[in-house]
């Protein structure tokens, strides 16, 4: 067996270890009860589901019409545009004071709309992307939706469990995160610094920031607590099911790496956003500064 052939072995096992990882760990701390009350509310699931599937879709089809980029690269940002919402995001909506049960019911949304949506997108958006939608949806389903579901019912039947296992599954999928990089490095170094040498990075860096831009604006009728969700919602991506299509296929190694590297990107952003948020919210609520009293000099009229 050849070197290159244990590499890509062994990279598709830390592709397939992070995807369940993330969301099984999701869906440990995801109780049922903490989500149906904010599905109930359909101008906040309509405006998500604008967001997701039309929104940022079509910011990433604009982008890439301005700037040339490599075809692996414009896949893998194209990839990026329909998987919304990372498993992290919970944590930045706590930083930025946000309703952490809307954030719940968006990560549920998102990714089982991801599981419908992605499959019928992805050959209308990538030229010469030849897998049918069955084969693209069955490793969202197994990846993504069932590592979820699972991790929602193990919490349900066992709640002291699920928390036990949570910290479990969380140092599992960092390290396989890790592996996922170093991997990736290793077997696709010269694209990698093909990316960091190309306009990639700073179309990705675009990307996410109009994106955020929009969720912001398009959410300014919702609460702090509501808007700060779909802002963080919408900088963020889920990578493993941006990386689950390209086992249905052949990709060209420039689509791992754009994903791959939106991971210091969409941490760095999300976190700096989230901090922003919080900013705002403090401010808002700050009393006004006081004004100095006047003292009128003795004697004067």
């Known amino acids: 067996m050849r070197v290159t052939d244990v590499l890509d072995f062994a990279l598709r096992c830390a592709v397939v270890v992070f995807m369940i990882g993330t969301l099984g760990g999701v869906g440990l701390g995801l109780a049922v009860r903490d989500v149906g009350a904010p599905l109930k509310q359909a101008s906040f699931v309509a405006l998500s589901l604008f967001l997701c599937w039309i929104v940022c879709p079509v910011i990433a089809v604009l982008l890439l019409r301005l700037v040339p980029l490599e075809p692996g690269y414009a896949t893998g940002l194209l990839l990026l545009s329909l998987a919304p919402c990372a498993p992290f995001a919970p944590a930045m909506t706590q930083i930025a004071r946000g309703d952490q049960a809307y954030m719940a019911a968006l990560v549920l949304l998102t990714a089982a709309s991801t599981v419908v949506m ?23 389903v197994l ?36 592996a996922l990089l170093v991997l990736t490095g290793v077997r696709h170094g010269g694209a990698v610094l093909g990316a960091i040498g190309s306009l990639a990075i700073a179309t990705q860096v675009l990307y996410f920031a109009a994106v955020t831009a929009a969720a912001y604006v398009f959410g300014s009728a919702l609460p702090h607590e509501r808007r700060s969700v779909l802002t963080l919602g919408l900088c963020t991506r889920n990578l493993g099911a941006a990386l689950a299509p390209l086992a249905a296929t052949d990709y060209a190694p420039g689509a791992m790496v754009m994903i791959v590297i939106a991971v210091p990107v969409t941490l760095g952003l999300s976190l700096g956003v989230a ?27």
């Open 118 to 140: 992605m499959p019928i997108a992805m050959p209308l958006l990538v030229e010469g992307f030849s897998a049918d939608a069955a084969a693209i949806a069955r490793p969202l």
């Open 275 to 301: 901090h922003w948020l919080a900013r705002r919210e403090r401010a808002r609520h700050a009393p006004p500064p006081r004004r100095a009293p006047v003292h009128t000099p003795a004697g004067s009229a």
């Open 143 to 178: 990846f993504v939706l069932l590592p979820l579901f699972i991790g929602m019912a193990v919490r349900a039947r066992w709640r002291a469990a699920a928390d036990e296992l949570l910290p479990v599954v969380g140092v599992v999928t960092s390290f396989a995160g890790g």
